[in-house]
Structure formats: structure tokens, C-alpha cells
């Protein structure tokens, strides 16, 4: 069946699951940033405190440990060094600043999309401007790494913050209104030729798409159903089996549904969502709890510190 490569708003009829999209080979390699000038210094979501900062030897520990789970699982890792990738994005654009006025750059899920069959990515356009200069590093490393790196025009777009594919599939979902402007995905569709499904955010608690809204294979979703509006409620129900609702409170308390489902087996969630993490593995699946929670400080946890390439 052919599936119409346009974007689908969440009130519009659509004659199509998800099944019936094209197949997509899986990302296979995760990106992590290092923590080294992580902070929280100024406040673009409701979590951040700048009063109150975030402890770096902390995070620092943290972010190793969450490294470490994915040494025992069936996802290879690469790291970006922030210093060295900004150095080359110096090289290009004099103007960039230094990686310690950028402490939300271990939150690489923003930098961009994977393309969905090839070595590529979209690159992000912040939404604010306390983030802006963290994509030309970005870039500036994955033209090191021989990416191609594509972009887009017309307006603010946070990677796969916000842009998230169904497992397996050549489809994406669209998450916007609050970083990502709708606009956006009519682009993104033309680029990648698939079609998107759009989903309204409401609720500034869930300002990306990530952090209520974890498809955990082909037929199971996790959700924080506050997050959308109706429409965007009904037509999750509509395209997935099995939906699991976070924990009460859990979204907010954990950033429970930041998680990272690998390869609908695994799935590395922040530790302290008790609930949650059972319900995903009554689902059964294989849960990989981490703290944390000085991430957390900042708006983010495991699927924010990560980005999934090709
Ligand atoms: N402080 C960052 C921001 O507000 C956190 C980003 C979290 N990333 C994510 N993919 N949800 O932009």
C-alpha cells in the first residue's frame, strides 16, 4: 500500500497504520556528549533552576554510568569531545562561542535527526537562542564523521526532541507546538519522502515530544497522555496496540518517559520511576535503570543525553 509522504495533523482522517510504511533499517549507532561543561545557567523550561545550579562531579559520574549500561547492550556508542568539536566549528564560523557558555550540549537528542536509510542527518534550528551555537558543532563534527548533513528553513526544529521515528518504519512522528514549529515537518517530509504524523504538545512540563512519548517497538508506546491534546491522544491509540501510560506523576517526578528503547527489547530508562518501569516490563521488556537526576535539573534524562544515528 502506498502511504501519502505529507504530513497527517491530528484531526485529519488517515486511511493507514503503521505497518503499512515501508521498513526502515534501525539507527545502530547512539551519540553521547560529554558532560565536561554541563550546569544549569539559565531557565528555557520549567524544570531549570539557575538558582540553585547542578553538582558537575555528580552528573559527571551519572553520565559514565549511563555510558557504562550501553557497553552490556546491543547498541554501539560514539562520543563526541565538546572541546574538539567546537574547535572545528570554530575553524568554520569564527563567531561560535566556547563549549562552557553551551551547558545543555550533552543534550544531543536536539542536535539533529538521522536520516531514516542512509549516513545523514537534519540538522536542529533552536528554538532559543541560549542553545543556538551547539548545532554548529554539531555539524562541524558530523562532517568529520562523513554524515551529510542536511537542514531546514522554515522554523525552530529540536531534533529528535521533538521528530521521532516509529520503530522499524519509514514514518515519523511530529511533535510541535512548543520548541518545534508545524511548519517544520511539511519540509521534513519533502526531504525524507515520509509521511509524518503530527502531534500537538499542550502542557509546557512536556516541551519535547521525548519526554512523553516513547514508542517502545512497533506496536507499544509509552506516554504521558497530559501532554497532547485530544486529537493527538486518539490518534496514538489508533496506530499502536498496546499504550502504557507513565506512572501518576512519574513524567514530571522522573522524566520517566525519556527513555531509550533500544531494539524492542531493552530499554534504559532514569531511575526512581518505579511505576513505570514496571509497567514497561510487565509489557516485557528488559528495563535498564540509571539515575539521573542532575540531568533532570536541567529538563532531561536518558533519551535527551542520546541521539541515535544511522
Ligand atoms: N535544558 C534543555 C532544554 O531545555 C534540556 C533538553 C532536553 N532534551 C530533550 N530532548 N528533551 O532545551
Not at 540553585?52 to 562531579?57: E, F, V
Not at 521534513?188 to 514508542?215: I, M, N, S, T
Not at 497532547?228 to 496514538?236: K, L, V
Request: glycine share 10%; charged share 25%; proline share 6%.
Amino acid at each position: 500500500m502506498s502511504v501519502e509522504t505529507a504530513v497527517h495533523d491530528p484531526t485529519d482522517r488517515i486511511g493507514f497504520v503503521p505497518t503499512d510504511t515501508d521498513a526502515r533499517s534501525r539507527e545502530s549507532t547512539t551519540l553521547l556528549v560529554r558532560p565536561d561543561h554541563f550546569g544549569v545557567s539559565y531557565r528555557i523550561n520549567p524544570y531549570m533552576r539557575p538558582e540553585a545550579g547542578a553538582d558537575a562531579a555528580r552528573a559527571r559520574e551519572q553520565w559514565d554510568d549511563l555510558r557504562g549500561v550501553y557497553n552490556d547492550l546491543p547498541a554501539r556508542t560514539t562520543v563526541l569531545d565538546p572541546d574538539e568539536a567546537v574547535a572545528g566549528a570554530r575553524d568554520r564560523c569564527p563567531a561560535v562561542q566556547g563549549p562552557t557558555q553551551l551547558p545543555d550540549m550533552v543534550f544531543c537528542a536536539n542536535h539533529g535527526l538521522a536520516l531514516p536509510d542512509e549516513r545523514g542527518v537534519v540538522l536542529s534550528r533552536m528554538a532559543t537562542s541560549e542553545r543556538a551555537d551547539e548545532v554548529d558543532y554539531f555539524a562541524a563534527w558530523c562532517e568529520d564523521q562523513d554524515y551529510t548533513v542536511h537542514t531546514v528553513e522554515s522554523g525552530p526544529f529540536e531534533g529528535t526532541g521533538d521528530a521521532i521515528w516509529h520503530p522499524g518504519r519509514r514514518l515519523l512522528w511530529g511533535g510541535y507546538g512548543i520548541r518545534t514549529s508545524r511548519a517544520v515537518y511539511d519540509e521534513l517530509a519533502d526531504l525524507l519522502g515520509v509521511p509524518v504524523l503530527g502531534l500537538e504538545l499542550v502542557d509546557k512540563r512536556y516541551y519535547h515530544l521525548d519526554v512523553c512519548f516513547a514508542p517502545l517497538d512497533q506496536s507499544t508506546v509509552l506516554v504521558e497522555p497530559a501532554a497532547f491534546t485530544d486529537a493527538s491522544r486518539e490518534r496514538i491509540e489508533g496506530c499502536f496496540d498496546r499504550v502504557i501510560e507513565a506512572g501518576p506523576g512519574e513524567s514530571e517526578s522522573g522524566l520517566a518517559c525519556n527513555c531509550h528503547p533500544i531494539d524492542g527489547e531493552h530499554v534504559v530508562m532514569g531511575a526512581g520511576n518505579p511505576e513505570t518501569a514496571a509497567r514497561v516490563a510487565d509489557a516485557g521488556f528488559e528495563v535498564h535503570e540509571v539515575p539521573t537526576d542532575e540531568f533532570q535539573k536541567a529538563g532531561g534524562s536518558v533519551r535527551c543525553l542520546t541521539l541515535s544515528l544511522g
